[in-house]
């Protein structure tokens, strides 16, 4: 599910009890049919794995429209140095240049390449240096 509908995965990230997922939305229609299918195929796929039945998800997702280059950045930071940011919480360190291999930094096959300005170019623009 790269891609359906005007709904588009660009960046995510696998954590223990939770996902972060950057996606592209035509419209808020787009949005939650794209977030609700991702959720049942993502449900279907860890009960098959864990050989259960019922909710996987006990929450919505929270959707935050990323505006500006600088919030665009800083959010892909984010989704993809997770991992670093939980390790961090439980006194681990992980080497800097480390790839999470559950993000889509690992997984670029996963995840469809961006169509909007924001997403394709406007975050370098947000960088530190850039």
Do not use: C
């Not at 599910?1 to 997922?21: C, K, P, Y």
């Not at 959720?39 to 990323?66: M, T, W």
């Not at 505006?67 to 080497?95: C, D, K, M």
Request: hydrophobic share 45%; proline share 5%; no cysteine.
């Amino acid at each position: 599910m790269l891609e359906r509908d005007g709904f588009r995965i660009v960046h995510f990230t696998v954590q223990s009890n939770h996902l972060h997922i950057i996606v592209e939305a035509r419209d808020t229609m787009a949005l939650a049919r794209g977030m609700q299918a991702l959720s049942i195929r993502v449900a279907k796929a860890v009960n098959r794995i864990l050989e259960r039945r019922g909710p996987v998800f006990a929450d919505r997702y929270h959707a935050h429209a990323l505006r500006t280059p600088r919030e665009t950045a800083n959010a892909i930071a984010y989704v993809l140095g997770n991992s670093h940011i939980h390790a961090a919480r439980r006194g681990h360190t992980i080497r800097p240049d480390a790839i999470d291999p559950l993000t889509s930094a690992a997984n670029r096959h996963l995840v469809a390449q961006p169509h909007t300005w924001l997403l394709r170019i406007g975050w370098t623009l947000g960088l530190p240096d850039g």
